[in-house]
């Protein structure tokens, strides 16, 4: 079994729709989640972090934590054709640490 | 945010030799840095992770002869792929961890391709 578990689409939503990404895992040890966005060709850059449980929001964009489930969320409200990309959620143990990254998830959204 | 650099950003080598991949973190120092590689529509595979000073550490199935890895400072990390072959083509992304925070800042990766 994978450390972490990620669909990996891909999803295609109309523009302005609610997306919706998640990934599992099954390491209880993991305290920080983060949420990257990768577009094709670049490097990772860092959209969301959470520390041990719950929800943080920044603009368009919520993370949810459930360490109960082993489940966390990314929420990106009304949708843009910019967001299209592949979101990859990462979690790690400790600080500066090794990361655990999920396959990715293909996300377009149609203008 | 902090920013992380890679060069070259594409390089071009032919079957049998050996490239060199610079990391540099530009406004922080990095004790800790990482070497990834991605293949087309799939994550990022950790490769090695390279402390300051010290031998990197490989991942399983990683060949540290084949893949040299060099952290001499703390803003630098290079990465030589030797006598590369094209299975070894693929995009290589390096991360820099901030002493002082628990974020992972990457660079913005170096496609390879070996004819």
């Known amino acids: 079994q994978k450390e972490v578990e990620q669909d990996p689409g891909p999803l295609s939503v109309p523009e302005g729709a609610i997306v919706s990404l998640n990934c599992t895992y099954s390491?209880?040890?993991?305290?920080?989640f983060m949420w990257y966005r990768q577009y094709s060709r670049k490097g990772p850059e860092l959209l969301m972090y959470?520390?041990?449980?719950g929800n943080k929001e920044d603009g368009r964009f919520t993370a949810q934590v459930d360490k109960s489930s082993k489940y966390i969320s990314l929420f990106i409200r009304d949708s843009q054709p910019s967001d299209s990309a592949t979101y990859l959620c990462?979690?790690?143990?400790?600080?500066?640490?090794?990361?655990?990254f999920g396959t990715g998830t293909s996300l377009t959204v149609i203008p | 945010g902090a920013v992380v650099s890679q060069h070259p950003s594409r390089v071009i080598c032919k079957s049998g030799t050996s490239v060199k991949i610079e990391c540099r973190s530009l406004?922080?120092?990095?004790?800790?840095m990482f070497w990834y590689r991605q293949f087309p529509k799939q994550s990022l595979m950790l490769m090695a992770t390279?402390?300051?000073?010290?031998?990197?550490?490989?991942e399983q199935g990683v060949e540290k002869d084949k893949f040299l890895i060099n952290h001499a400072s703390l803003t630098l990390s290079t990465l030589t792929v030797t006598s590369a072959h094209p299975e070894d083509s693929s995009f290589y992304i390096c991360?820099?961890?901030?002493?002082?925070?628990?974020?992972?800042?990457f660079g913005p990766g170096t496609r390879l391709t070996v004819t």
């Open positions: 991360s820099a961890a901030d002493t002082s925070s628990y974020e992972q800042y």
């Open positions: 390491n209880s040890a993991f305290q920080y």
């Open positions: 959470t520390y041990s449980s």
């Open positions: 990462a979690m790690s143990y400790i600080t500066g640490n090794q990361f655990y």
């Open positions: 406004d922080f120092q990095a004790t800790t």
């Open positions: 390279s402390n300051e000073g010290s031998k990197a550490t490989y």
